[in-house]
């Protein structure tokens, strides 16, 4: 390998630092010293991750992030079967640190928490019933039909949590804003997801029908003809064709198309649906007249394909989706794994798998129904007040030098860059946890969030009030300015991070600040060459030709001047060709390399892009702080002494991306997702980065592909 200084340096030898050393040091390839990392770094720093980490027999990859999954789900059983924690002192609102009053309020939200957990444990219960809960939920689904219009079926659909002939919410407005706005969305929440998979009339008619009529028969069980229940099915599965006819393309930004009316208007667009009478139901009272942000084009023909199909379809594709609404919350695997077998297969996922343990369904659940609870009971654990603080740092370092960078890109006009440097000025950041909107260390805060959930030993009644407060909260909005502080949904319990166009933010939940991507101890190398990149690829998403749209407010406005457009689409042409010339492979339990699969660079372009910029930001945020800092050495990692930091930046930077894919997962990956395979993203990435080319000595130290 090239250039690895030999250099005598003081160690951290804290326990997270010799955890994440030992991590990194396993993670080499056997033979890295013969590989050289300007070609192909991510074998290098991931070979041995491959041999040590399998694909477990309930997926069909892992990576490191998967591994934090794994780690968090784990770290949530522990709090739901565990007590209160009543001897933690772990922050300020630990309960050791309340008061009287707040910790008995504390413990009352965690019995909460509890109750919800357990009525979803309780599976003797859930069998018991079968499906009969559902069986009930149609029979008040059909007490809604024969008005009309469709609006109290929609209505009713909506309460649980379903799409049926659109989707009715409430969000940002995207010309003003401040404000609060209806969108009608084209989402029909099809019972095979994709509109694509409704072209294989052979499929349909040969796999789809039968599961259909199967589950159809089961949640009608005083009718027992069979001839009948395949009739509907075959009729359901014609109308949802026509309906998947009318959706526009996976890949279309609908947002751009979508027209503002009055909700009278939208009547006359759509009779059939009633969604004046739907949002006066779901609105709070007071709020005068609505507008409704439509995408008009589906709505139009929606009437045509609704008038076309008789009354009766129309109201099995009611029961239809209200079955797969409610489905997850009753214990049927005979009636409902065909339907989600016959989704994998659609997707190309051939795996066998086991179930999935009840306690991670659990934990999903009280997730949805309780987030905020949880959430507060999550980070007493595993994120201090410090962390917090930590990784605001760097989210802002990485914030100061985008604001470095557009100040000096030569191929920016004056106004542009002043747009740019404002819309990072206007950024929010939502790290960790929130201690406003909502402010999770209050127990006072976290009980009058879930004043109006029910919650019994009842799992599917629990789970029937969870969705409906979530609409009603929804709806709340509506009427109030937009909380830019809020937190929406975004639960600290989260592995993952985001950037959020509608509101210029980046939020990155404590559950992605975990060991490996995120430690308080770590050394600076480690924490930005990680999460640094995670956070300059979030913030540069405000930046590409999607955030181009997108001004500092969250105004649907295209803020790039021509010229700026032109430039950058002439740049996008190098990432195509560079990723469109990249090849991944899939590798078995075994860890052997199995078939090759070059890359789409078009489809990936906008993820490569940020990752490209990501990784700049990274570090030259990690520069300017340690220069804030007076360049102090940094402590070594125990068996890595021979790394410079520069070296340990990409080290942490290569590892967040270790993982491997069954060729199946390979497959849908490529087709499905816009983000290239991990390893993709090392390669090409690293490619992109001079300081990577400069920190291995590599001979060509031009970045192959440059945005900015
Ligand atoms: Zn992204």
């Not at 659909?157 to 659109?166: C, D, F, H, M, V």
Request: hydrophobic residues 40%; contains cysteine.
């Amino acid at each position: 390998m090239v250039a690895l200084k030999n250099i005598t340096r003081a160690l951290c030898t804290t326990p997270a630092c010799l955890e994440i050393a030992d991590y990194y040091v396993k993670n080499l390839a056997p033979n890295y010293k013969d590989i050289d990392p300007c070609t192909n770094f991510e074998e290098m720093v991931c070979g041995g991750w491959r041999d040590r980490y399998d694909i477990p027999s309930d997926q069909t990859s892992n990576d490191a992030i998967s591994l934090i999954e794994q780690k968090v789900d784990d770290e949530l059983r522990i709090v739901l079967e565990g007590q209160y924690p009543v001897g933690s002192k772990h922050s300020h609102f630990s309960p050791r640190n309340l008061h009287a009053r707040d910790l008995s309020v504390d413990q009352q939200n965690f019995e909460t928490m509890k109750a919800v957990y357990n009525s979803c444990m309780d599976e003797d219960s859930i069998k018991k019933l079968g499906i009969s809960p559902i069986v009930d939920l149609i029979g008040e689904l059909r007490k809604t039909f024969g008005r009309d219009d469709w609006s109290a079926p929609i209505l009713f659909a909506q309460r649980l949590g379903a799409t049926s002939l659109t989707s009715v919410y409430v969000t940002n407005d995207f010309d003003k804003p401040d404000l609060q706005v209806v969108v009608a969305e084209p989402t029909v929440g099809l019972g095979l997801q994709m509109p694509d998979f409704y072209v294989d009339t052979t499929m349909l008619t040969n796999d789809y029908v039968p599961v259909l009529a199967n589950i159809l028969r089961a949640v009608h069980p005083n009718d027992s003809s069979a001839t009948n229940f395949t009739e509907q099915a075959r009729r359901l599965v014609q109308f949802e064709t026509n309906l998947a006819a009318l959706l526009p393309p996976d890949d279309f930004d609908f947002v751009e198309a979508l027209t503002r009316v009055p909700t009278a208007k939208i009547d006359a667009l759509v009779p059939g649906l009633g969604v004046s009478k739907i949002i006066a139901a779901l609105a709070p009272p007071g709020i005068p007249s609505v507008e409704v942000l439509v995408y008009a084009p589906f709505l139009a023909n929606l009437t045509k394909v609704i008038d076309a199909a008789p009354r009766s379809t129309v109201e099995l594709l009611f029961v239809w989706r209200t079955i797969l609404a409610s489905r997850a919350y009753v214990v049927a695997d005979e009636i409902f794994d065909p339907l989600l077998k016959l989704r994998r297969k659609l997707y190309g996922d051939n795996s066998v798998r086991p179930p999935t343990p009840r306690w991670k369904t659990c934990v999903g659940f009280v997730g949805d129904s309780v987030g905020w609870i949880l959430s507060r009971f999550f980070i007493e654990n595993t994120f201090s007040a410090r962390d917090r603080e930590i990784s605001n740092q760097i989210v802002a370092d990485v914030r100061e030098v985008y604001i470095q960078k557009f100040k000096t890109v030569p191929w920016m006009d004056e106004s542009t860059r002043t747009k740019a440097i404002e819309k990072i000025d206007l950024l929010e950041q939502k790290i960790g946890y929130p201690t406003e909107n909502p402010n999770i260390t209050d127990p006072e805060t976290i009980r009058n969030l879930y004043g109006g959930l029910t919650v019994t030993s009842s799992y599917f009644r629990n789970a029937m009030s969870a969705t409906n407060k979530s609409i009603i909260d929804n709806f709340a909005r509506l009427g109030k300015a937009t909380d830019r502080k809020g937190w929406g949904i975004s639960f600290p319990t989260i592995v993952n991070a985001f950037y959020k166009r509608q509101t210029n933010e980046i939020d990155f939940p404590a559950g992605i600040l975990q060991a490996p991507v995120f430690g308080g101890d770590y050394p600076s190398a480690v924490n930005y060459g990680a999460f640094g990149a995670v956070a300059g690829h979030e913030a540069s998403h405000g930046f590409d030709i999607n955030g181009g749209k997108f001004d500092g407010t969250g105004r649907l406005v295209n803020w790039w001047s021509d010229e700026v457009t032109k430039e950058y689409k002439k740049r996008e042409q190098c990432f195509i060709s560079q990723f469109n010339n990249i090849t991944v492979s899939a590798n078995d339990k075994k860890n052997v390399t199995q078939r090759k699969y070059k890359l789409d660079g078009r489809k990936t372009l906008g993820e490569n892009e940020a990752d490209s910029a990501g990784i700049f930001a990274a570090f030259d945020s990690w520069k300017l702080r340690r220069k804030l800092n007076g360049d102090k050495t940094e402590l070594a990692l125990p068996g890595l002494e021979d790394w410079t930091d520069e070296q340990l930046f990409f080290l942490a930077y290569g590892n967040f991306w270790c993982g491997k894919y069954s060729d199946d997962a390979m497959q849908i990956r490529l087709k499905q997702d816009v983000h290239a395979p991990n390893a993709a993203r090392v390669q090409g990435t690293t490619a992109n980065s001079r300081a990577f080319k400069e920190a291995f000595g590599c001979k060509v130290k031009e970045p192959t592909c440059e945005l900015w």
